[in-house]
């Protein structure tokens, strides 16, 4: 990057083909951990993935803020040999697709946000949702592990798998979904998430919604879980005020490419044609 930072990035596909497919994790502060999804679409386009700096194999002590994650997609980008790209976000990554497209969407050719982004007041209704998904002892060991300063790699797999299980429709293979996150997306940039928090509040998407809608490529969509916690009546919200379509994927959570990958892989499929300017069906 710019100023020095190295980000470890990979491609999948024909990467002589453009525009490319970026995919954005979610987090903030997890390292990439969308190959299953990039595996769905690589033989429409050449797709990139990343470990946003901080995570992963990309280093960075920070501080860290959204202007910055901005500026090195736009950097990427540049280093693809990319003029343009079609951008699918998760969770975060949809904040961070819609921030790019606000400064940038001349580079911007369609966009799939999925699972996100969330406006409004969203969180009181996650929150209890997930109360009412978890054990009252769940809860309370939760809890305590949030309060440990320096927890064990066994007390952080049990922390993460914890705050995560809930995100899907099904609870027992939520659990096991959870647990594989839990030492696979790792380590968790605490600092990194606290930093980007922050400023997501300071400077909420809230408030550039209208700029948002006008610099929008024809190809925007939403998809999202209807068993996410975090409320589809957001997303439904957002779809109005943006002027796009909303998918919502029956029996699936916050990760619905686990729960429903045969719905998920042909929407994708569809959509990636669609922004390439092609058929609007799959084979």
């Known amino acids: 990057m710019s100023d020095g930072a190295q980000v470890r990035w990979t491609a999948l596909g024909d990467t002589a083909r453009r525009p ?81 497209c606000l400064k940038h969407s001349d580079r911007v050719t369609g966009m799939l946000l999925m699972c996100g982004p969330f406006v ?8 209890a949702e997930r109360r009412r998904r978890m054990s009252e002892a769940q ?27 809930a995100d899907h429709a099904d609870p027992e293979r939520g659990w096991h979904w959870a647990a594989r996150g839990a030492r696979r997306r790792r380590p968790v940039n605490w600092t990194m998430n606290r930093e980007l928090g922050e400023a997501g509040r300071a400077d909420p ?20 879980g209807c068993q996410d916690p975090r409320p589809i009546s957001s997303l439904a919200s957002l779809a109005q005020r943006l002027a796009v379509p909303l998918t919502r994927v029956e029996g699936a959570g916050h990760e619905p490419w686990l729960e429903r990958p045969d719905a998920v892989r042909a929407h994708l499929r569809r959509f990636v044609r669609g922004a390439l300017g092609g058929a609007d069906f799959d084979r």
């Open 20 to 100: 490319p497919v970026v995919m954005l994790h979610g987090g903030p502060g997890l390292p990439d951990y969308l190959d299953e999804v990039a595996s769905l679409i690589a033989d429409l386009a050449p797709v990139y993935r990343y470990d946003q700096r901080g995570t992963g194999r990309s280093g960075w002590q920070g501080p860290h803020t959204l202007a910055r994650h901005v500026d090195d997609l736009a950097e990427l980008l540049d280093a693809w040999g990319a003029p343009e790209a079609v951008l699918i976000g998760h969770s975060y990554g949809t904040d961070l697709a819609s921030r790019f």
């Open 120 to 127: 409004g007041d969203w969180r009181t209704g996650e929150r």
């Open 139 to 165: 809860r309370e060991r939760l809890r305590a592990l949030e309060e440990v300063p320096r927890r064990t790699e066994e007390q952080e797999v049990e922390l993460l798998t914890l705050a995560w299980f």
């Open 205 to 224: 998407l809230d408030d550039h919604l209208a700029e948002l809608r006008a610099c929008l490529p024809a190809r925007t969509e939403l998809l999202g």
